[in-house]
Structures are given as structure tokens and as C-alpha cells.
């Protein structure tokens, strides 16, 4: 068992895996970066992209995986270990390899509501990993399951390498050179030796070893139309910035300012800093820096997010509204964004702005409906506001999102009392008492009262 812990760890892909005490970081401007760098690999890949999402998991391993479903999830210590974009986008086209071919069905029943969501401009999110080992006794059975999981990795190292050979394609079809690719499982090959695991047994992994995989894919990565094809700049320049306010989102304020230290004056160390001081408690400071980014670009959309948050959060709603309205607006009515302009709406405590917080929060959920935070800020001012069968209604999308069917039932049941029969929220409500009752009904052991 120890051997297998540590040859997955080596691995570092994971195609699958639990998703429990995970939390997903979501940022406009990074899952902006994401849709962009991985289209022409999805395109590529025979699928639709509207229908693939590129979500960041907020953990610090390096790693990446596919739980069912379109949605690949890219863990944040990948995005900090990688140098590039083009790396990351041989990573994701090695998961739409797993997608592409159907590798993973049905595994995802029960992964949403297991994972967490955290917005990335709202509040610092906390994630876990919780790894153990199983007991080693039973030694009568210890033959059959030495025999099964022998028959299980040697399935995972097939899919595993039919995933890589079918990522150099898309890179190939696509125009994304297939250099990053390449350059990243070298990575991991170096974490194999930093790990002590060079002479471990490559039939007791999950995952064909790194070296491995580099030789299989090397002469058609090389070879391939698109291994000299010029690296996009500005998918560059937009990398090094999110790598940035990912430091600065995630790490120790420490860390981050020993890596961008106050005499960089560069847009990402004022980035990063930005976060990092904010986090720390100084909001002077962090208004400096969020002022030295908009002195850089005065109507860049995500400049003008992280100003509008640090007023905001430094309890000064009224001034973030002209920074972040035109964020909003800039930013094509980003959802993520736009819930942000929401909370601060209603955070003035104006009778007077919670009619737009009500437009703008509508249309961002009608947009991007997996968004709690949204939700609840559409709940907060329905309730202000006197509309009391939409608070009810927004309590149970936000419940639904997160696993909790009984007072998703509840809530969708009351909503249904006062809202106008076979209206159009009347008739969601619906679908979320009967879908939040099918689940109580099918799980009694967790619903039964206490």
C-alpha cells in the first residue's frame, strides 16, 4: 500500500479522484485564461466549448483530473509549477484526452455538492487533503487484492497513456505546440527523483512513469505541424499575471512578498501584493498597490475588480462602486465580476441601489448559476426588498448547489406558496423541491432527523 501511495503521488496526473474537501477557486480573469488557451485543443478534440469548463482546484499539488462529465479541474500548484501557458495547455489537452475518449462515466454523481466553492474576489478559500491508508491485515485476501489492483493499474496505465497519445494529437490539429507537454512531464520526472521513487516498480503504478511517457510521445510531438509553432504573447502576458494574483491569493503574505518584493515595480509584483496585503491587514497598502495597477491600465476590467473588492472589503461599499460597475461593464458582464458590483450594491445599504443590484445579480446568475455567493447575494436583497418567495427562491438554488436537499425542499416549497403558479420561477422551484425530495427519498440515513 505504501508503494502505491507513493508511485500515485509521483504521478502527480490523477484522472480521477475524491473531490470531498476540495474547494474551487473561481476568478474571472483566470477562468478567462482558461477558455481561451484551451478552445483550440477542445475544438481539436471533437467537443464543444460551451459545454468543457476549466476549473481551478485550490490545492497546492501539482495535479489535474477529470471526475466525470466535461469539467476538467487543475489544481493551483500545477498552475504555480508551471513556466508557461504552453505547459498547462499540454496538461489540459492530456485531460480532454480522458474526456474525449470516455474514460470516465458516471463518476462524477455526487462531486458537486462534495466540492466547495469559493470565489477567489470574495473571501480566502480553505482546502484540504485527506489522505489515508488501509489496514494491512486480512492476509487471506491479501493474494485476490494484490491480483485486483494489479488488473486495475494496469487499466489506468492504458488509459493513461491512450490520454497523453491522444493530447499530442489535439496539440498537433490544434496549432499549440507540443513543446509544453513535453517540458512538464519532465517536471514530473524530476519529482519522481526528487521523491527517491527513480527505481520504483512501474507495474505497481497508476500512471506509466514520466520517462516513459516522454519517449512514447516525443517523435510525434516533434514531428507534428504545430512543434514550432510560435508561443501566443499575450496568452503569455496573461498567464504571468494570474500566476501572480494566484501568489498573492493563496500563499502566506510572507512568501509573497519575498517573491515580489516592493522594489518590483512590475505589473505582476503590484498584482501580487495587492492580495497579499489585503490578506495581511493593511489596506493602505493594498490600496497602493491596486492604485499602481490602474496607473498601468486605468480601465482594465480585473485592475478595476481588485480595486473595487479592497474598497469593499475595507468597508467602504460607496467608493467601489465606480471601480467596479465599470469593471462590469468592461468585463462584458462578467458574472463573477458582476456579483461582486451585487454585494457591493446592497453592502451601501441604499434602498435606492437595490433595484440594480436585483438586474445585475439576475443576469449573473442567469449566466453562471453555479455560484453560490451570487445566490445568497440575490437572496440578501430579495429579502431587503420585501420579496419574500425569490429570497426563498434564491435560499434553495444556493442550498441545492451545495448538497443540502432538505432545506433546498423546504425553501423551494415556500418559494412555490408565493410565487405566481406556472410562472417561470414557480416552475424552478418546482423542479428543485421534487429533485432535492428524489434525493432525501433515495439517501433516508442522511436526511433522517436528528
Do not use: C
Not at 527523483?193 to 520517462?211: C, E, M, R, T, V
Not at 498573492?248 to 505589473?267: C, F, M, Q, R
Amino acid at each position: 500500500m505504501k508503494k502505491l501511495v507513493a508511485g500515485i503521488a509521483a504521478s502527480l496526473l490523477l484522472w480521477a479522484q475524491p473531490a470531498a474537501a476540495q474547494s474551487i477557486l473561481r476568478d474571472a480573469e483566470t477562468e478567462a485564461m482558461f477558455n481561451d488557451m484551451s478552445r483550440p485543443m477542445i475544438i481539436a478534440a471533437g467537443l464543444s466549448p460551451a459545454n468543457v469548463r476549466v476549473v481551478m482546484i485550490n490545492d497546492d499539488s501539482i495535479n489535474a483530473f477529470v471526475a466525470g462529465g466535461q469539467t476538467v479541474y487543475v489544481h493551483s500548484g500545477l498552475l504555480q509549477a508551471a513556466d508557461n501557458a504552453n505547459e498547462v495547455q499540454g496538461v489540459i489537452a492530456h485531460e480532454l484526452g480522458h474526456i474525449a475518449d470516455g474514460h470516465v462515466v458516471l463518476q462524477d454523481q455526487g462531486t458537486r455538492p462534495a466540492i466547495g466553492i469559493t470565489l477567489l474576489s470574495m473571501v480566502v478559500g480553505i482546502a484540504a487533503a485527506v489522505a489515508g491508508a488501509g489496514d494491512a491485515g486480512m492476509a487471506l485476501m491479501g493474494l485476490g487484492q494484490s491480483a485486483a489492483m494489479g488488473k486495475f493499474l494496469a487499466f489506468t496505465r492504458v488509459q493513461e497513456s491512450t490520454a497523453d497519445a491522444a493530447g499530442a494529437k489535439y496539440l498537433n490539429a490544434s496549432g499549440v505546440s507540443g513543446r509544453g507537454m513535453l517540458s512538464f512531464f519532465r517536471k514530473l520526472q524530476n519529482q519522481e527523483y526528487a521523491y527517491g521513487l527513480k527505481n520504483i516498480d512501474p507495474f505497481a503504478q497508476s500512471h506509466p512513469l514520466s520517462g516513459q511517457r516522454i519517449e512514447n510521445l516525443k517523435n510525434d510531438l516533434m514531428s507534428g505541424a504545430s512543434w514550432n509553432a510560435k508561443p501566443d504573447l499575450a496568452l503569455e502576458e496573461r498567464f504571468k499575471r494570474v500566476k501572480a494574483k494566484l501568489r498573492g491569493y493563496v500563499a502566506d503574505p510572507k512568501t509573497t512578498l519575498n517573491i515580489y518584493p516592493e522594489e518590483d515595480h512590475s505589473v505582476y509584483a503590484h498584482y501580487a501584493r495587492a492580495y497579499a496585503w489585503h490578506k495581511a491587514g493593511y489596506p493602505d497598502k493594498a490600496d497602493a498597490e491596486a492604485a499602481a495597477l490602474i496607473k498601468a491600465d486605468p480601465h482594465d476590467p480585473y485592475f478595476l475588480e481588485i480595486q473595487g473588492q479592497i474598497l469593499l472589503e475595507a468597508g467602504k461599499p460607496v467608493d467601489a462602486l465606480v471601480p467596479l460597475r465599470e469593471a462590469t461593464v468592461r468585463s462584458n458582464n462578467s458574472p463573477l465580476i458582476a456579483t461582486t458590483f451585487g454585494h457591493a450594491l446592497i453592502a451601501t445599504e441604499d434602498k435606492a441601489n437595490y433595484p440594480e443590484a436585483v438586474r445585475v445579480l439576475r443576469q449573473a446568475v442567469n449566466r453562471d448559476q453555479e455560484n453560490p455567493f451570487a445566490w445568497y447575494q440575490l437572496g440578501t436583497v430579495y429579502e431587503r426588498t420585501g420579496d419574500e418567495p425569490r429570497a426563498l427562491l434564491a435560499t434553495a438554488e444556493r442550498a441545492s448547489q451545495n448538497g443540502d436537499s432538505r432545506t433546498a425542499a423546504y425553501s423551494a416549497r415556500g418559494a412555490m406558496a408565493g410565487l405566481p403558479p406556472n410562472s417561470r420561477d414557480w416552475v424552478r422551484a418546482q423542479d428543485i423541491a421534487m429533485t432535492a425530495q428524489n434525493d432525501m427519498d433515495d439517501n433516508p440515513k442522511k436526511y433522517r432527523k436528528q
